[in-house]
Nanobody, 114 residues
């Protein structure tokens, strides 16, 4: 059974940084293929934030470009989302996904507030 487990969420002030991690088990992230991060803000739909290919090619939604960086460590079966210059609008539950949405983690809360 494939499991994705996120960690690293929390409360941070505007302008601060957080790094989310997503560790997989049951299948290597190389086998899973494209990994991604989605987020869901209160009262809103779940939206794609970033994706990364097997070889490290990344794509980002416009609202996070230049602030968020997604990376992967195939040896550790872990993907990361480095989030800098955080804004209150980034407040959401962040979900790790694999295989273009086939696999989902349970989510980690990120709250940006002073």
């Amino acid at each position: 059974q494939v499991q994705l487990v996120e960690s690293g969420g929390g409360l941070v002030q505007p302008g601060g940084s957080l790094r989310l991690s997503c560790a997989t088990s049951g299948k290597s992230i190389f086998s899973i293929g494209i990994m991604g991060w989605h987020r869901q803000a209160p009262g809103k739909e779940r939206d794609l934030v970033a994706t990364i290919s097997r070889t490290g090619f990344t794509n980002y939604v416009d609202s996070v470009k230049g602030r968020f960086t997604m990376s992967r460590d195939n040896a550790k079966n872990t993907v990361y989302l480095q989030m800098n210059s955080l804004k209150p609008g980034d407040t959401a539950v962040y979900y790790c996904t694999g295989g273009n949405g086939v696999y989902w983690g349970q989510g980690t809360q990120v709250t940006v507030s002073s």
